[in-house]
């Protein structure tokens, strides 16, 4: 009995040891102390994002077709390192309305167009409440592709902006609308102003232009109660056209 009862605590002290060594312990004691309990230092990001200020639109764009021709063809877009399906502006320039949203959703991707399905339908309608349809209306997006989660770096979407900027300046639209929180939070500034319901200042590339930031249709379609503040961001637009 004695000597099962001392090769179990052999064995027992085997496991012991090696538990500690596949956690990565060599060595019960070192030659300098160490405080166990002091956090962690935080881990240094190695990542580096890939900036976009060496592939400046403006230097690459004329108007708006070469703009076009710039965003299907430069290999330095954010949009490249996705898997996505790229959809790109529709659209002419100096139509009366530039309707920006944040990125494609997954049924625009299937259809290979902006704003469709039961969102699309919903867009649709915002447009037809203030007499424009599709084909007098120029809509882009911050980002012509969708990131995996739909989930954006912050140095992506300062990057997007500042093309977007260019991208309005070369489109000469009258107004623009922006859909969605991430749109607004990258076009227009914070500074105390209501971010809904009034024409805001928008600064681009060429000026300003009178801009409205309104929801975006995905989500009025799951919270209704806020289509009474969006038929008010979109009266603001109405009312521009009025002498």
Same mark, same amino acid.
């Given at each position: 009995?004695?000597? %099962?009862?001392?090769?179990?605590?052999?064995?027992?002290a085997?496991?012991?040891?090696?538990?500690?060594?596949?956690?990565?312990?060599?060595?019960?004691?070192?030659?300098?102390?160490?405080?166990? %309990?002091?956090?962690?230092?935080?881990?240094?990001? #190695?990542?580096?994002?890939?900036p976009?200020?060496? $592939?400046?639109?403006?230097?690459?764009?004329? /108007?708006?077709?070469?703009?076009?021709?710039?965003?299907?063809?430069?290999?330095?877009?954010?949009?490249?390192?996705?898997?996505?399906?790229?959809i790109?502006?529709?659209?002419?320039?100096?139509?009366?309305?530039?309707?920006? #949203? /944040?990125?494609p959703?997954?049924?625009?991707?299937?259809?290979?167009?902006?704003?469709? /399905?039961?969102?699309?339908?919903l867009?649709?309608?915002? %447009?037809g409440?203030?007499?424009?349809?599709?084909s007098?209306?120029?809509i882009?997006?911050?980002?012509f592709?969708?990131?995996?989660?739909?989930?954006?770096?912050?140095?992506?979407?300062?990057?997007?902006?500042?093309?977007?900027?260019?991208?309005?300046?070369?489109?000469?639209?009258?107004? %623009?609308?922006l859909?969605?929180?991430r749109t607004i939070?990258?076009?227009?500034? #914070?500074d105390?102003?209501?971010?809904?319901?009034?024409?805001?200042?928008f600064?681009?590339?060429?000026?300003?232009?009178?801009a409205?930031? #309104?929801?975006?249709?995905?989500?009025?379609?799951?919270?209704?109660?806020?289509?009474?503040?969006?038929?008010?961001?979109l009266?603001?637009? $109405?009312?521009? /056209?009025?002498?």
């Open positions: 009995m004695r000597g %099962l009862v001392q090769d179990n605590a052999a064995l027992a085997d496991a012991y040891m090696a538990w500690w060594q596949l956690a990565g312990v060599e060595s019960a004691v070192a030659e300098v102390p160490h405080h166990w %309990l002091r956090p962690a230092p935080p881990a240094v990001s #190695t990542f580096q994002p890939s976009m200020t060496d $592939i400046a639109p403006q230097a690459k764009a004329r /108007d708006l077709q070469a703009f076009h021709l710039w965003l299907e063809s430069e290999s330095g877009h954010p949009e490249r390192r996705w898997p996505s399906r790229p790109y502006p529709a659209g002419a320039a100096d139509t009366p309305l530039m309707v920006i #949203t /944040d990125m959703d997954p049924a625009d991707l299937d259809a290979g167009t902006l704003l469709v /399905d039961r969102a699309g339908a867009f649709d309608a915002m %447009l409440a203030i007499g424009l349809d599709r007098r209306t120029y882009a997006s911050l980002f592709a969708r990131p995996p989660g739909g989930m954006v770096e912050a140095a992506d979407l300062a990057n997007a902006a500042a093309r977007m900027r260019t991208h309005v300046h070369l489109a000469r639209p009258r107004r %623009l609308l859909l969605g929180d939070r990258a076009l227009l500034p #914070t105390g102003q209501a971010s809904t319901n009034s024409l805001r200042n600064n681009h590339d060429g000026g300003i232009l009178p409205v930031a #309104t929801f975006h249709p995905r989500l009025l379609l799951n919270q209704p109660a806020a289509k009474a503040e969006c038929w008010r961001a009266q603001s637009l $109405i009312e521009e /056209d009025r002498p």
